[in-house]
């Protein structure tokens, strides 16, 4: 009775924990990442709540401080880094290639294992007892003061990096060697330039990271001395090391949004991305650049000042190409044929948050002014603004797009435009007053504040509890539609692309042999060439 | 509540302005980018709305005049505000000539303080306003950062090493300070006051204020105590360098190079004596690592650097 | 203009060619299924194309994880030269040396395992070939155990226990922690390509490998390299900077 789809081929836990199709370990992902940005929102919440008055009277100091690092790493290890690339990545970047898999489907999975087991030990970490080092562990404190489970929380990150370096080294052959015939570079997806940008990231910087906090464990451990001054190392080599992977890895986060971005302004505007080739060569300036400007977290930690000259000179760089893609994305939309479906909403409020996101950015590296705003809320508020408003409005509208391919179900798009506009507004009212806090010197990380800064604490709590609705209801609406939704046809939003090409749900291997490709994606109009500006 | 609510600290240093000025134009052209973009979004999503389920958007595939304006344009507004960035920050960072010093160190959970003339402090500091201020700082345990938001100026404090800053204050008043690197339990506890003051009032204060020896004589009294003495005297049979005039100089290195001795070489060669040897000398100094705390450093280096900057003794053996 | 869109009729036909045909004329014009191919691959050369880039690519990995240890390296080495030219001075050069040729020998016996598989030799000139590689790994290891055994002894583990009779403890200390940071990430790096010999050895000595599918043997080549190259490195960096100093005393 029902067509045969990935979804139906084989049943029961064994057909899903065993799996190799990369469909079905994209649904496993997405279930754990949803899981662990539940966790992660928890944590979020405790500390709005927490700060609603300036006196710390619902938490202790070290409980405060157990949330804020298990939610910075909750979210940004287990959450943000894996989301895009490995649900939506990992679902269609083989489709959109015309392959019928990643190259590797079994260290796909092996993967997602690790992932998990990452997972575990990190979970190990927050039940016997937590961790208080802030999610950067830096040292010496994370190494010689610290009396919490950092070893622990340690090894969750080193072995979750192993997840993801794998994802991006199989992203990276399928990307090269998968292409079905006719499937050229400059006919490639912006989703697909995005995330191999992306993998080159993540197998560049993360094995950075892994031996870094290894040696952390090290020193914690053994008592080799490494960071630790009373033992003649350097802690801000620690700083070094650490933020030559995690400020790439900020890149992991928002690239893939921009592809997802990419799509989304395609296809309701019914109309090929402005300026193509821009677009695709941005993602790889900036997964490029992005390796050369951490230097920029490190301005007043007593670096020589002509570094800190180059690094701010380079930050100032890496602006461009995120500029370059706004103004494609808006010139896009002209003479489009612009319908406001709920994806199109993210996409449009992703590049609204993104540009404000991108440009506090440039108050962080412009020297003079990041003395005073380095450490304040002023930081905390530009990052959330390109992770929170970038990232997960990206990774939400892209799962609203693609919500109908991956389950072969309509949702409602009633209470998908409702919960857009309450993730939009409910962002900014907690996070716009956080720049204010900030500029007026509220430090991060601090469970008591002076009582002066609470009117901004008290809006920045309220919103969150908005926020917070708006992410509830898609885990509702989106849950409930792929039990008892419309079935949706092959191609709901009438875009052009290789993946609206197969049934919704696509089947298991995909296409019915090797599909031969013969012009670019979103190509609405009879043209000659798409995709080369 | 909202009446007089305020959106910018105080302005209570001479740097103040500066940071505020550039600031201010950050905010002028990132709104009205942002606005730009959200207006040109708006309008079009407007315009452009689809009016009937078929219809389709003109093919356009990009303009190099366009992406040329909307690379060159950007840039040359970033580098702007990257010149003005960096010129801000080397004012921030070159305390002028004849500062007043102060030296600062932080342990988990406070800030002590000890002027010139040995008055000590704890989570608090006082300083006359209109003169330049230099906190010279150190750490006890682990990383901590020096904010006084109202002065605009903040510096990290790292175990190991010497990080420094300076300010001027320009009106009398209390203003807050900061612990803005996370160090633990009680880092948002970390925090105080400092309070810029009147010279004449600074002068008062500081006569009745807690006076311990000054920095220097203290550092006297250890030097003494520890017996460097005993090693760093002038004359040919020491077997240490006499410490007369070097400070500020360049000097010859065993096994080559050379090193400048400031801060930091004085601080490495206390913790850590065999790391850079002075020509001519072996390598027979002890560590004094975990023997003098972080406060005793600083006195030492301050007493050295007195003995350092005067001229070097012409014959006789000086104190 | 909104007149000027074009409507739908205007629409470009489906991205790629109606599929089943297509395809179908491929594969079956294509040779023979390999027993080996995997499903989502078209050919084997796609699959060891792939194979040997996902190698590649993993091995790019493996650089920037050393290359964080050799960043400490460089920086340490930098703040206490001296030191640690006094510490390298304690290693035992001449072990440090013949595993160095120890491991040259065994890249030319990988290599010449991988040729014996591409060139479709007997199961047991391949398992042979195999089995020398790994008996030269075995003797480095073995080698790294003697050396670390005489650390221990030596009280020249970093931690609470160690003692340095030189002049320069800090920075031995120092030394020595990245000295068994390194070697000893090079030997699980060693262990891990052990493992990977004996699976690829098993399945050499059940014939599975030939000319036309020996992808799992260059590949594990290429990691076997690898790990040698970075004792290239390792060795000159912690066993032979001191020489001088040595030699001075």
């Given at each position: 009775m029902e067509t045969p789809s990935y979804l139906n081929d084989g049943h029961g836990l064994k057909s899903w924990l065993l799996t190799k199709d990369h469909k079905r370990i994209a649904l496993l992902y997405l279930a754990s990442v949803t899981a662990f940005f539940v966790v992660g929102g928890l944590f979020a919440m405790l500390i709005r709540l927490e700060l609603?008055?300036?006196?710390?009277?619902?938490?202790?100091s070290e409980t405060y401080n157990k949330m804020f690092t298990m939610h910075g790493v909750v979210m940004v290890f287990f959450f943000l880094i894996p989301s895009i690339p490995a649900v939506l990545g990992n679902f269609f970047i083989p489709i959109m290639v015309g392959?019928?898999?990643?190259?590797f489907p079994r260290i796909n999975l092996i993967s997602w294992y690790i992932y998990i087991l990452g997972g575990l030990f990190t979970f190990a970490a927050a039940l016997s007892g937590g961790v208080d080092?802030?999610?950067?562990?830096?040292t010496p404190y994370s190494t010689a003061?610290?009396?919490?489970h950092v070893v622990l929380a340690a090894l969750g990150v080193f072995i979750t990096g192993f997840s993801s370096i794998l994802t991006g080294l199989n992203f990276i052959v399928t990307i090269h060697?998968?292409?079905?015939?006719?499937?050229?570079w400059f006919r490639l997806p912006l989703f697909v330039w995005s995330h191999y940008a992306t993998s080159l990231i993540m197998i560049l910087g993360t094995p950075v990271i892994a031996i870094t906090v290894l040696l952390v464990a090290a020193e914690r451990v053994?008592?080799?001395?490494?960071?630790d001054p009373a033992l003649g190392?350097?802690?801000?080599l620690f700083q070094h090391l650490f933020w030559f992977y995690s400020h790439p890895a900020v890149y992991i986060m928002i690239l893939p949004a921009m592809g997802v971005i990419s799509e989304i302004v395609q296809t309701f505007s019914r109309k090929n991305i402005f300026g193509y080739s821009f677009v695709a060569f941005s993602s790889l300036a900036i997964a490029i650049i992005g390796?050369?400007?951490?230097?920029h977290h490190l301005f007043?930690?007593?670096?020589?000042v002509y570094a800190g000259l180059i690094f701010s000179f380079i930050s100032f760089l890496v602006a461009i190409p995120s500029a370059i893609k706004v103004f494609n994305w808006t010139a896009t939309i002209y003479r489009g044929s612009v319908a406001l479906d709920s994806p199109m909403l993210y996409a449009f409020g992703f590049i609204g948050l993104f540009t404000i996101g991108g440009l506090t950015g440039l108050f962080l590296a412009a020297m003079g002014l990041d003395i005073h705003v380095h450490d304040t809320y002023f930081v905390v508020a530009h990052f959330h603004y390109i992770m929170v408003g970038g990232a997960i409005m990206g990774y939400l509208g892209g799962l609203h797009y693609w919500w109908p391919k991956m389950t072969g179900r309509l949702y409602s798009e009633f209470w998908a435009k409702i919960a857009a506009g309450l993730v939009f507004i409910g962002f900014n009212l907690t996070f716009f007053p956080q720049f204010v806090a900030g500029y007026l010197g509220?430090?991060?990380?601090?469970h008591e504040y002076p009582p002066e800064l609470q009117v901004w604490n008290v809006m920045s709590s309220a919103g969150a509890s908005i926020l917070a609705v708006g992410y509830a209801l898609p885990l509702m609406y989106l849950t409930y539609s792929m039990f008892a939704g419309v079935r949706s046809s092959a191609d709901p939003w009438g875009a052009k692309g290789l993946e609206w090409e197969?049934?919704?749900?696509?089947?298991?291997?995909?296409?019915?042999g090797t599909p031969i490709v013969t012009h670019g994606t979103h190509q609405y109009a009879p043209s000659k060439e798409v995709g080369i500006a | 509540m909202f009446t007089n609510l305020p959106f910018f600290p105080e302005q209570?240093?001479?740097?103040a302005g500066q940071v505020d000025a550039i600031y201010f134009f950050m905010v002028a052209v990132t709104a009205f980018f942002a606005l730009l973009i959200a207006a040109l979004i708006v309008i079009f999503a407007i315009k452009y709305?689809?009016?009937?389920?078929?219809e389709i958007g003109v093919a356009i595939h990009g303009s190099l005049a366009l992406e040329l304006m909307w690379t060159i344009v950007p840039l040359g507004i970033a580098m702007v505000m990257f010149a003005w960035g960096a010129k801000v920050f080397f004012d921030l960072y070159r305390p002028p000539q004849g500062a007043m010093e102060i030296f600062i160190v932080g342990k988990q959970w406070m800030w002590k303080a000890q002027h010139a003339d040995g008055t000590r402090e704890i989570n608090e500091l006082h300083v006359p306003i209109g003169r330049p201020v230099k906190l010279i700082m150190g750490s006890e345990d682990v990383i901590h950062s020096y904010y006084i938001p109202s002065f605009r100026v903040k510096a990290d404090v790292i175990p190991g090493r010497y990080n420094s800053m300076w300010f001027t204050a320009t009106k009398p008043g209390k203003y807050k300070l900061f612990?803005?690197?996370?160090?633990?339990?009680r880092h948002s506890g970390m925090i105080g006051w400092v309070t810029a003051m009147d010279p004449l009032d600074f002068q008062a204060w500081l006569g009745g204020?807690?006076?311990?020896?000054?920095p220097v004589a203290a550092g006297e009294k250890l030097f003494n105590d520890l017996a460097c003495n005993s090693c760093h005297?002038?004359?040919?049979?020491?077997?240490g360098p006499a410490?007369?005039?070097?400070?500020g100089k360049s000097i010859q290195l065993q096994g080559g190079g050379s090193a400048t001795v400031d801060d930091a070489y004085i601080r490495e060669s206390i913790?850590?004596?065999?790391?850079k040897i002075v020509a001519?000398?072996?390598?027979?100094m002890p560590t004094f690592q975990g023997l003098v705390s972080e406060e005793q450093l600083l006195q030492l280096i301050a007493y050295v650097r007195s003995v350092g900057q005067q001229p070097a003794p012409t014959g006789t053996p000086g104190s | 203009m909104p007149d000027s869109r074009m409507h739908a009729e205007h629409y470009p036909g489906?991205?790629?060619?109606?599929p089943v045909r297509s395809a179908e004329v491929q594969r079956s014009a294509s040779h023979a299924h390999h027993p080996?191919?995997?499903?989502?691959?078209?050919?084997m050369d796609q699959q060891l194309e792939a194979s040997t880039l996902g190698m590649w690519v993993f091995l790019v990995t493996e650089i920037m994880f050393f290359g964080g240890l050799f960043m400490a390296y460089l920086m340490y080495r930098w703040a206490n030269p001296t030191a640690f030219q006094e510490a390298s001075a304690h290693l035992n050069k001449f072990w440090g040396a013949v595993n160095t040729i120890v491991l040259i020998v065994s890249s030319l016996t990988m290599a010449m395992a991988v040729r014996s598989a591409q060139t479709s030799a007997r199961p047991r000139t391949q398992v042979a070939w195999l089995l020398a590689t790994m008996s030269f790994g075995t003797a480095f290891l073995g080698v790294k155990v003697v050396e670390y055994s005489d650390k221990f002894q030596h009280h020249l583990?970093?931690?609470?226990?160690f003692q340095w009779p030189g002049q320069y403890p800090a920075g031995a200390e120092i030394f020595y922690s990245l000295y068994f940071c390194m070697t000893g990430l090079h030997a699980i790096h060693m262990i891990i390509g052990l493992g990977l010999m004996t699976v690829i050895a098993i399945m050499a000595g059940r014939g599975k490998f030939n000319g036309a599918y020996y992808t799992p043997v260059e590949i594990s080549g290429l990691y076997w390299h690898f790990v040698d190259i970075v004792w290239i490195f390792l060795f000159p960096l912690l066993y032979l900077i001191g020489a001088h100093y040595g030699a001075g005393h």
């Open positions: 609603l008055t300036p006196a710390g009277d619902l938490l202790t392959a019928k898999d990643l190259a080092t802030g999610w950067t562990f830096y003061a610290a009396n919490s060697r998968m292409r079905a015939p006719g499937m050229t053994l008592h080799m001395g490494i960071f190392g350097d802690p801000v390796f050369l400007v951490w230097g007043i930690a007593g670096q020589s509220m430090p991060r990380r601090y197969v049934p919704s749900p696509p089947p298991t291997a995909n296409f019915e | 209570a240093s001479a740097q709305r689809r009016r009937d389920d078929e612990c803005a690197e996370y160090c633990g339990t204020g807690t006076t311990t020896a000054s005297t002038p004359g040919p049979q020491a077997r410490l007369a005039g070097i400070y913790v850590n004596p065999q790391a001519g000398f072996q390598p027979i | 489906p991205l790629h060619n109606p080996k191919l995997q499903h989502h691959f078209d050919d583990v970093p931690g609470p226990h």
